[in-house]
């Protein structure tokens, strides 16, 4: 399948089965798409603890919660709690070396010199700002969208879920302080269609993009858009017709009480 087809397709799957564990070496191939994600620096602060189901202790599971939807977290078998290490922006200056060094940073002679005279300095005034919330998120986003798209690749659905309970999973996963919980995502086994449903709706293009000027619209080509249609980056638009009694099947089959919303 194409990229672009994968792109299209990769959808929040909420519905899992919780009867068919997954395999270590997938979330084991989803990590290794993560680590591999741009990082700021290359700093690379982005982590996880992975908890499996069938072998993590009680506490750790009863910390796990999330407002919306919440049954995902009762049927998933796998549930990856992702953070941010800000401890590991210290090691910010032998990061920027070893860029140096690897010829992916920096040009010509005495780029060395430069960089521990000018650019680590620069970087060091300005660490405990780097440990704020900022850019390391959009590090954790850029590594949990590769790891998303890999275990999309393994026939497994995801879901990013957000918790009002970051503090006591930190402390039933012993994780210090110095943490930054982003986000739990489910992992599992599909148990709706492929589809999901249909593709999500999305905010309107010319609203969301601008060129050269702030208000000034991304022109959107129609012919583009039929291209991405054609190569199934662009799919039929949910909900699908049969999608109302998917979810009543769905309800049923998993247990899910009242209408599933929290
Ligand atoms: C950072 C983040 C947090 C999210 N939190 C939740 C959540 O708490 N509960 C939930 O059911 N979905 C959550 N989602 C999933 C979105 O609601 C989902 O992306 C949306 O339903 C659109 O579906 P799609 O991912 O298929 O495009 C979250 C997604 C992201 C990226």
Known sequence: MEL????GNRRSMRF???YQMVEPEKIQRMLEAARLASHWGNVGSTRAVVVFRDSAPKEAL?????PIAGYQIR???????WYLDTTIVDRQGDRLRELVNVGALGVGEGKHEQLEKQLIPIFNSILERMKEPGLGEVDG??????????AYEQGLGTCCL???NVDRIRQALGMPDTCRILVIQTVGYPAEMPEAGGQRPRQPFGEMFHMNRFGNAFPRSPE??????RDRMFQAAAPQPYREAELDFLKAALGIKGHGLL
């Open 4 to 7: 672009r087809e994968v792109i």
């Open 16 to 18: 899992l089965r919780p």
């Open 62 to 66: 009863d910390a796990l919660t999330a």
């Open 75 to 81: 049927i998933a078998p796998v549930i990856i709690v």
């Open 141 to 150: 986003g850029q590594a949990i969208a590769q790891a998303t798209l890999m």
């Open 162 to 164: 957000s918790s009002p």
């Open 224 to 229: 583009v858009v039929r291209e991405l249609e």
